[in-house]
């Protein structure tokens, strides 16, 4: 006797991200859809251009970029101090600390502590931590649901779909495509999208509203990531700006919180760094809407069960490579995103993974390790012009850190025969001038003979790899030595 | 091992290359920490940045704060608003005096009945000038948070010298609360969302009205 195939309770993910091919194919892909790149060239413009007015409102901008990246080196170089204190505070008010190992594990222990509760749904903050271990999946097979109520990952719960931003996953939808998944979906989950409502973003964050306040007051659980955990008062803070946060952190009677163990800051007064850095980088704002603090359980306000799980998850991978642990500094900003050239052209469902960008680029291979073809593909995604660098709050050398993976990505390449004969042969004609002299002689006929040109197109191979993407300029019908000697007199130089 | 054994071991491992077992000294941060922005007039610019927010500030006398308080939730249409235990007892008269229904959170409503009254008021634990933040610490005169969060209407009174320049001041004023064990909740506007289309809505889940009044 087979078992009856359990229905969904939340919309299904179409896609998952487990066996994506390579980003040079994804994002072939994603530029052929003229509407996804209009939609993100808009939207990175315009975050782009908040962020670069509220930056040069700071006058200590700089300085202070430096005091986050090295509050952040002195943790991560730390890091089991730290984490020590952090359990240490957390425990003393009142909170309950659950390490986990890997996704499978922190998915686990939250499917425990909801069962617990005797209930069947619960209702989240948006947060990373909890999309990297793929929690709602796991709780959906546990038979239970979860809800999204960030308004952009509740578009993407609704809309069957997946994140393609940090900082807003819906970036990939326009207002139109949002009013129909809210009509079409919202009914079927709980209080319905009026039949009336227009594709305004008041309308329909007002239809969100709706649909979410009867969730949130009667959620008895709560699910949350963090920004930012105090060590040294074992506070946790969570940074939004629709209130949902609130809600979810406030109103339920068990509040669970899923933190990447590099989330952990030293001492409360750091955060007067990160307060400023976050959301100026982040949305281009001098403040978010909401900050919410909490350390362990305050009687008569608020969750009076509150536990918070650890995660490593790969996290520990990364601290162990000293170039590229400076990744793990990364406070989600979306500030490389919103600047990069590859991702405003092809967006984040490219990059097969929860962390888009060029963050992602070097967080993911880093986290999962380099194994897949996406994973080994994805520090190409960059044309390495710096700007993230620039850009990054907590100043991680992305550049660098691609540059570094690529070498490690190469290490366990097969390298073709062709580039070792290659560089022997550029070796034997630099050695000697002699030796030049006489491949120029080469070079200055074929510039000769293709005189009526000015480049060349495709090549056959083995040039072909080259010059199917690029032009290669006709070679010079005279060498510099050739020319040095007709224009210049003996004796004369 | 379990689990957090072998985390720890792990994180140990990784950071074999570090022997400098002093975290100041291995990092030094030069970073001068509670440091003010300078700025013309703090409070001209609290009130510059709120009202950027959207939120409506008014600027009074201590004296005049019970009168504009019942004024200004009038003015809003608010018809019942739930005080904390804590608040001064003079706005308390004042509301009451203009006819407007006050419900006490003793003992604690639960959230249906949150969700049906119209405000709050509250007093508040620090503004913030350069960002436009007020920040609760959640003591008696601004309650659980629960209160400042479920009715659609938050009318918040902040004291002249309870503004400071920037964040990292604000910070330094509110350790104590912290370290107490009190939560903290950083409002700067009402809520608002950009994630359709990166167009502005103020109001979703959170408060969709935020009134302040200045006290001087």
Sequence with gaps: MTAEPQARRTPAPSSTYLGMPKFQKNAKAKLDDPQLRKNLRYATTTIRAKRAERVAEVADWEELRQAGEAIKTRTLRHLDTYLAQLEESLTRNGATVHWARDAAEANQIVIGLVQAKGVDEVVKVKSMATQEIDLNEALEQAGIAAWETDLAELIVQLGHDRPSHILVPAIHRNRAEVREIFLREMKQYGTPAPEDVSDSPAELAGAARRHLREKFLRAKVGISGANFAIAETGSLVVVESEGNGRMCLTLPETLISVVGIEKVLPTIADLEVFTRLLPRSSTGERMNPYTSLWTGVTPGDGPQEVHVVLVDNGRTKVLSDPIGRAALRCIRCSACLNICPVYERVGGHAYGSVYPGPIGAILGPQLRGIETELDKSLPYASSLCGACGDVCPVRIPIPDILVHLRHKVAQTKHVPKLEPTAIALAGWALSDYRNLQFLERFSTLAGKTLSSRSHLGALPWPASPWTNARDLPVPAQESFRQWWKNSHKEGER | ?216
């Design chain 2, 1 to 216: 091992m379990n689990a957090r054994e072998e985390i720890f071991s792990r994180i140990r491992t990784a950071l074999a290359d570090v022997t400098e077992p002093d975290p100041a000294l291995d990092v030094p941060i030069e970073w001068v920490y509670q440091r003010p922005t300078p700025m013309a007039d703090v409070l001209d610019r609290f009130v510059e940045t709120v009202e950027d927010y959207k939120a409506l500030v008014v600027r009074v006398p201590a004296a005049e704060v019970p009168t504009r308080v019942a004024t200004l939730l009038r003015g809003a249409e608010v018809s019942s608003v739930v005080l904390p235990a804590g608040i001064d007892p003079t706005w308390r008269t004042a509301i009451v005096a203009a006819g407007i229904e006050v419900r006490e959170d003793d003992p604690p409503l639960d959230r249906m009945e949150l969700n049906e009254i119209d405000a709050v008021v509250t007093a508040a634990a620090v503004g913030v000038a350069e960002t436009g933040t007020i920040i609760l610490d959640h003591a008696a005169d601004q309650g659980r948070r629960a209160l400042t969060l479920v009715p659609d209407t938050h009318l918040v009174v902040v004291r002249a010298d309870q503004v400071v320049s920037d964040v990292p001041e604000a910070v330094g004023r509110l350790g104590a609360s912290v370290a107490a064990g009190s939560p903290l909740t950083w409002i700067s506007g009402p809520s608002a969302t950009s994630d359709i289309e990166l167009s502005r809505v103020e109001g979703v889940h959170g408060p969709r009205k935020l009134l302040v009044i200045l006290a001087e």
